[in-house]
């Protein structure tokens, strides 16, 4: 009987060596990095792979621990996260790192899981697996890279797009005010600051159109500065140029706001008055030819007169140039009768 026991203990001491023998064997083939640690965290297995990822020593690591077995940059993170999967008590997760021989890193995602006695639940020992993440990290750091650049991108994209935008938007604001200054000044006698010809026509026609729709009246004055030819030919253009600005300043200080005045000639002028009979005109006609002829004109203080012609709108016009002309008509009775005085007609 006791032989038997002892031969049955042979053979189970026999197969359990056996399958010791394979479970190290099935480790050892792993092709990611094993190993194991008793109690005092201390190593009792490695497989070749992570004894060859750090250069152990394979016949004198066991019962060492990391720091005395792994390179210094790495022994303190690999304890740590030991303590750690000790601590939770459960499979954690943790990455460590390792260098080739040809010194390149290489990053590991390990699994590590303690061990307790099953009826003490004393710690028992610890094991570890883990894999080679190197590539999978490696693109994931150029993915992030690839996105941080990409942000970057982005972020320089929406500054160059603002800048752009704000750059259009003062261009466009620039050609506007171009637009509107060149607008302005097709309308504008560059000389004396009054409406030109065109803008002259254009904003009369709109109190023409008015007075014939209201059935209401507008009168037109035509000043011609006398003798102006005499001006220039003693004086010389350039104070020629100063008594037409004056001149003009004279009659624009003299209208309303509703009036309507401009340069429409060399030397002639000419307003349009809203709701103003031909008397009423004829006396601002006056007064203006008056105020001229009373102001000491440029440097040399001259003193020129004008003649000036009015007429007043009537439904028998059948244009307001045929009222200017009737005015015009007006001007040169003036001019007939002697200049520097106020002549009007109407229509009959």
Known sequence: MQTQSYE????????????????????????????????????????????????????NY???????????????????????AVAKGSISKSEECARDPEGKLHFYEVFKVPSYHHETGAFTGLI???????????????????????????????????????????????????KASALNLSYIDTLTGLNNRRAFFEKSYVIDINARNRNCGYAVIIFDIDYFKQVNDTYGHAVGDVVLKQSANVIKANLRATDIEGRIGG?????????????????????????????????????????????????????FEAVLAKADEALYSAKASGRNQVSGKAFI
């Not at 003193?303 to 012609?309: D, E, F, I, K, L």
């Open 8 to 59: 049955s203990l042979l053979a189970e001491n026999e197969h359990l060596k056996h399958l010791i023998f394979q479970f190290k064997n099935l480790l050892d083939s792993i092709p990611d990095p094993v190993f194991m640690k008793d109690e005092h965290l201390r190593w009792i297995y490695g497989n070749p792979v992570i004894l060859n990822l750090y250069n152990i020593d394979k016949d």
């Open 62 to 84: 066991v019962g060492k621990t990391e720091d005395q077995l792994l390179p210094e940059e790495f022994a303190e993170s690999c304890m740590e996260s030991d303590r750690k």
């Open 128 to 178: 570890g697996v883990g894999r080679d993440i190197t590539e999978r990290k490696e693109a994931q750091e150029a993915l992030e890279a690839e996105n941080k650049k990409r942000r970057a991108n982005e972020i320089q994209l929406a500054h160059l797009t603002k800048t752009l935008e704000e750059q259009v938007h003062k261009r466009t604001a620039e050609l506007e005010a171009e």
């Open 267 to 319: 030397e002639e002028f000419a307003v349009t008055l809203v709701d103003t009979s031909l008397e009423q005109a004829m006396k601002i006609g006056k007064k203006i030819c008056e105020k001229i002829a009373q102001t000491p004109m440029g440097t040399h203080a001259i003193n020129v007169t004008c003649s000036c012609g009015a007429s007043t709108y009537h439904p028998e016009a059948e244009t």
